[in-house]
């Protein structure tokens, strides 16, 4: 590993560091977007996610005088063979941190590659283009440019509290938080809907045991569409414990092959935009996949969503 300025370290974090790491996270989102645009709830989740170890899989850097200007993680919650990994330093004096902690980050994942019993592994990771000096590392290791996501947002400040009524023939309802069935049904759309897109598949048991960790779940924002007593589309909203954002999050929209181009991913949508308003949100925002084949963002744009900016994704396979 690279070594790291005089007085300076790395160790593994615990939960407990997690507003140290919000902290981090939001100072180097703001120097490369312009606004902090990480949540607590993805903290936790980066943190606590299946197949994520804090003692095998996580690092952070401290300066000489014990601050953590630095993180770097994996996620994987499925063991098949990719990682995305991320690595955040404080802006400007977090600098020296970058390279040790991508460093021991691909060290890291070519043991789990032999971990997780695969021949060949990917690893991708994500920059905003205006991170030139990350984007000349990940090329210095190997990586390549994939594809581009975008950050999409949405003012609400005349979106009514009320949903217009769905398509004939669809029914909207909020998720029933206490049936297991109803709960097998909204994850089974969300895997069958991306088996054709770059989504992660998840098994129902990892997932739930996500959702079980959340201490802030919102199921009244999560929405389902029916058509004919079928769950056909879902929605999944995601809660932001900075209560300053005033944004609501749609973390997962899905619609079923069979089910698509009739409307249902629309009407989701300004249910979701509703029940956000409604709330005293000013906005709403999501992230698309720009190479998703279903053409998300075309959806996303009819319905006025804007992009904020787009982030790059690199890969490299080991």
């Known amino acids: 590993m690279t070594e790291l300025p005089d007085g300076w370290s790395v160790r593994r974090p615990a939960l407990d560091d ?13 120097a490369a977007v312009g606004y902090p645009d990480y949540t607590a709830e993805e903290v936790r989740e980066a943190l606590t996610e299946p197949n994520t170890d804090l003692a095998r899989d996580v690092w952070v850097a401290c300066d000489a005088g014990g601050r953590i200007v630095g993180w ?10 990719r990682d995305f990994i991320e690595v955040y330093v404080w802006p400007g004096d977090g600098a020296p941190a970058m390279r040790p902690l991508l460093e021991l980050m691909l060290a890291r994942v070519a043991e789990r590659k032999i971990e997780f019993g695969h021949g060949t592994y990917e ?9 030139i000096a990350y984007i000349d590392l990940l090329t210095e290791h190997g990586f390549a440019f994939l594809k581009q996501h975008a950050r999409m947002q949405i003012p ?29 049904a909204f994850h089974a759309v969300i895997e069958q809907a991306f088996l054709d897109s770059d989504h992660r598949s998840a098994s129902y048991e990892n997932w739930r045991r996500q959702v ?27 809660y932001d414990s900075d209560e300053d954002s005033g944004e609501g999050w749609v973390k997962r929209l899905a ?30 925002g999501l992230g698309v996949d720009m190479a998703n084949p ?15 900016y787009e982030a790059n994704i690199y890969q490299k396979w080991i």
């Open 72 to 81: 770097t993680y994996p996620g994987n919650a499925t063991g098949e063979n």
């Open 156 to 184: 609400l400040e005349d979106v009514p509290a009320v949903a217009p009524e769905p398509p004939a023939g669809v029914t909207l309802r909020t998720v029933r938080a206490d049936d297991e069935g109803d709960l097998r």
């Open 18 to 30: 997690s507003p140290a790491i919000l902290k981090l996270v939001h100072a180097s989102d703001i």
């Open 255 to 284: 619609v079923l092959g069979s089910y698509r181009k009739k409307g249902l991913g629309e009407a989701l949508l300004r249910r979701a935009f509703a029940a956000y308003a409604a709330k005293g949100r000013d906005k709403a």
């Open 123 to 131: 690893v991708r990771a994500g920059a905003v283009p205006t991170e």
């Open 212 to 238: 079980a960790d959340d201490p802030a779940p919102v199921f009244d924002e999560w929405f389902v569409a029916e058509v004919d007593g079928v769950v056909a589309g879902v929605l999944e909203s995601s």
């Open 294 to 308: 279903t053409r998300a963002a075309r959806l996303y744009l009819a319905v006025g969503m804007k992009p904020l």
